[in-house]
């Protein structure tokens, strides 16, 4: 058998239930039952970045619904053994099981790769049941003789799309294969599908408009089920002390459910664990081609939002009608919701944010790319700007900001505290490999623009405050005024910096950008 109530989900999930690291998502399966053969909630897919446990869940759904297979010993000690509906779906049906990244060294070709899976199912079939083989009949054809219902879990739907010998055509027969195989069809109890791309981008009219799509941007339903919620993270950090939460916070949490509360990537959070070690897990394993892959083409239409972005600026953009109807979206807004829905971004409350550490380290790699322009100018000198303000050197600190301000940038043309923070987060770019850099967090009697807070205990504590059309020395006595210093007045050394910029020209003692650093102590 190969796809017919195998075994292989089983072995797969009962793994990862004996893992060291466990996290109990089985409620996920009261929700799933409660759309079977219900015509308007029984296609149901899942879309989600990679490593956000859609195999986990498409296994342990499987190992649950399957016949032929007793199962309970497995599912007894978990959440959805106190349903009230526990026992009803419990092996109970046929389940169609198709991880469709899974193809032969022979696979050369869209035909190589249906022809497998139709030769694989129409094997299945005829094993368990008596069916006419006619020959170059849909598989539709084959379900229905059999005269029974099943579950279909087809996980990885999109895995075709991403090798190099499919085409545009292969694609939409492939949706056609779906459709055909799955819409409308009386054998078909549950679709439950998984992927990371969505099907209404690559689906024709109505080819599969069945299936109610369920992403990072719409879905209220699934979404405690994929990603770690904060709750689950700390209970993960009580049990592994040898991890602080507020690290694995700072490396990996920023993703959100519908209701607003945290989703962590779980990959990472596990591999932290295990290693004793927060560093980057999942973006390690090749995402980041996507990042270049979504941009690539079109860096213009993005480059001020990805730098926004870095500077911990909230980018504003309404995405929350995208992948529910086949619009026509610009250039920017397709490139920023494909990487939502690659997981690089993450969007809350009608605004698009880096979502942690991990990743904020790879689009900091993007600004010193060469099509960024002026940018990759700005990062190639910021470690002489850090080195400047560790100096102390006002002159030439506010020289190379000045420089730095007057690129042929568009962001950095507004006269404004916003764009003067967002040009020194560029500005200070090399100086994250030393510091964790705050902007706009309490301290003391207000917020303070950005706050360095040394990862080494030999560096100094940096305070800075923005002015537009005032003086630095205004700048500094805020900074004391307000006790901003409150946030690191536990470190050995601090620099309290005020930088202003005066557009008024006709001012008699007119200088654009000036600086005081002061060392506090």
């Given at each position: 058998m190969?796809?017919l109530?195998?075994e292989?989900?089983?072995?797969i999930?009962?793994?990862i239930?004996?893992?060291?690291i466990?996290?109990?998502k089985?409620?996920?399966?009261?929700k799933?039952?409660?759309?079977i053969?219900k015509?308007s909630?029984?296609f149901?897919?899942?879309?989600?970045?990679?490593?956000?446990?859609?195999?986990?869940?498409?296994?342990?759904?499987?190992?649950?619904?399957?016949?032929?297979?007793?199962t309970?010993?497995?599912?007894?000690?978990?959440k959805?053994?106190?349903?009230d509906n526990y026992?009803?779906?419990?092996?109970?049906h046929?389940?169609?099981y198709?991880?469709?990244?899974?193809m032969?060294?022979?696979c050369?070709s869209?035909n190589?790769?249906?022809?497998?899976i139709?030769?694989?199912m129409?094997s299945?079939?005829?094993?368990?049941?008596?069916i006419d083989?006619?020959?170059?009949?849909?598989l539709?054809?084959y379900?229905r003789?059999?005269?029974d219902?099943?579950v279909?879990?087809l996980?990885?739907?999109?895995?075709?799309f991403?090798?190099?010998?499919?085409s545009?055509k292969?694609?939409?027969?492939?949706?056609?294969?779906?459709?055909?195989?799955?819409k409308d069809k009386?054998?078909v109890?549950l679709?439950y599908?998984?992927?990371?791309?969505?099907?209404?981008?690559?689906?024709?009219?109505s080819?599969?408009?069945?299936?109610?799509?369920?992403?990072?941007?719409?879905d209220n339903?699934?979404?405690?089920?994929?990603g770690?919620t904060?709750?689950?993270?700390?209970d993960l950090?009580?049990?592994?002390?040898?991890?602080?939460?507020s690290?694995?916070?700072?490396?990996?949490?920023g993703?959100?459910?519908d209701?607003?509360?945290?989703?962590?990537n779980p990959?990472?959070?596990?591999?932290?664990?295990h290693?004793?070690k927060?560093?980057?897990?999942?973006?390690?394993?090749g995402?980041?081609?996507?990042?270049?892959?979504c941009?690539e083409?079109?860096?213009?239409?993005?480059r001020d939002?990805i730098?926004q972005l870095?500077?911990?600026?909230?980018?504003?953009?309404?995405?929350?009608?995208y992948?529910?109807?086949?619009?026509n979206?610009?250039?920017r807004?397709?490139?920023?919701?494909?990487?939502?829905?690659?997981g690089?971004?993450?969007?809350?409350?009608d605004?698009?944010?880096?979502?942690?550490?991990?990743?904020?380290?790879?689009f900091?790699?993007?600004?010193?790319?060469?099509?960024?322009?002026?940018?990759?100018e700005?990062?190639r000198k910021?470690?002489?700007?850090?080195?400047?303000?560790l100096?102390?050197d006002?002159?030439?600190?506010?020289?190379m900001i000045?420089e730095a301000?007057?690129?042929?940038?568009?962001?950095?043309?507004?006269?404004?505290e916003n764009?003067?923070?967002?040009?020194?987060?560029?500005c200070?770019?090399?100086?994250?490999?030393?510091?964790?850099?705050?902007r706009?967090?309490?301290?003391g009697?207000g917020?303070c623009?950005m706050?360095?807070?040394p990862?080494k205990s030999?560096?100094?504590?940096i305070?800075?405050?923005?002015?537009v059309n005032?003086?630095p020395?205004?700048?500094?006595?805020?900074?004391?005024?307000?006790?901003?210093m409150?946030?690191?007045e536990?470190y050995n050394?601090?620099?309290l910096?005020?930088?202003?910029y005066?557009s008024n020209?006709?001012?008699?003692e007119?200088?654009k950008?000036?600086?005081?650093i002061?060392?506090?102590?």
């Open positions: 190969f796809y109530n195998v292989d989900p089983i072995s999930y009962t793994e239930v004996h893992d060291d466990y996290v109990d089985s409620m996920l399966i009261e799933i039952s409660s759309c053969k015509p909630q029984k149901i897919c899942i879309t989600r970045p990679r490593r956000f446990g859609k195999t986990y869940n498409a296994n342990m759904l499987a190992a649950y619904y399957t016949k032929g297979y007793d309970k010993e497995l599912f007894d000690y978990l959805i053994s106190r349903s026992i009803t779906h419990l092996n109970q046929n389940v169609v198709i991880d469709f990244s899974i032969s060294n022979q050369h869209y190589d790769y249906i022809q497998m139709t030769h694989n129409i299945d079939l005829k094993s368990q049941y008596t083989l006619t020959p170059n009949h849909p539709s054809q379900f003789q059999t005269g219902s099943f279909f879990i996980d990885e739907w999109d895995s075709i991403y090798k190099d010998f499919i545009e292969d694609k939409i027969k492939y949706m056609e294969f779906l459709k055909d195989l799955l009386p054998y109890s679709a599908m998984t992927g990371i791309l969505p099907i209404i981008k690559y689906s024709s009219g080819a599969l408009n069945n299936f109610t799509e369920y992403n990072f941007i719409n339903i699934y979404t405690d089920f994929f770690f904060e709750n689950e993270v700390k950090c009580k049990k592994y002390t040898d991890i602080e939460f690290d694995l916070e700072y490396w990996y949490d993703y959100y459910t209701n607003g509360t945290k989703l962590f990959r990472s959070v596990v591999n932290a664990i290693n004793h927060c560093r980057s897990y999942w973006t390690s394993t995402p980041m081609s996507e990042i270049a892959d941009i083409d079109n860096i213009d239409d993005v939002d730098v870095v500077s911990s600026i909230p980018v504003e953009v309404e995405l929350l009608e992948l529910e109807k086949d619009n979206l610009d250039a807004d397709e490139i920023l919701s494909s990487m939502v829905i690659f690089f971004l993450t969007y809350h409350d605004y698009l944010y880096i979502p942690n550490h991990e990743l904020m380290l790879k900091e790699k993007i600004l010193s790319r060469k099509d960024m322009g002026g940018y990759n700005i990062v910021s470690k002489h700007i850090l080195n400047a303000t100096d102390k006002e002159e030439l600190l506010a020289t000045e301000h007057d690129k042929e940038i568009d962001l950095f043309h507004y006269n404004d764009s003067l923070t967002c040009l020194l987060s560029i200070y770019i090399y100086a994250r490999k030393y510091y964790e850099i705050e706009e967090k309490a301290s009697k917020r623009d706050t360095f807070l990862r030999n560096m100094p504590a305070v800075i405050e923005l002015k005032d003086t020395e205004s700048a500094i006595d805020q900074i004391v005024n307000k006790n901003y409150q946030k690191v536990n050394e601090i620099l910096i005020g930088m202003s005066n020209s006709q001012h008699s007119y200088k950008h000036q600086c005081k002061v060392q506090y102590k």
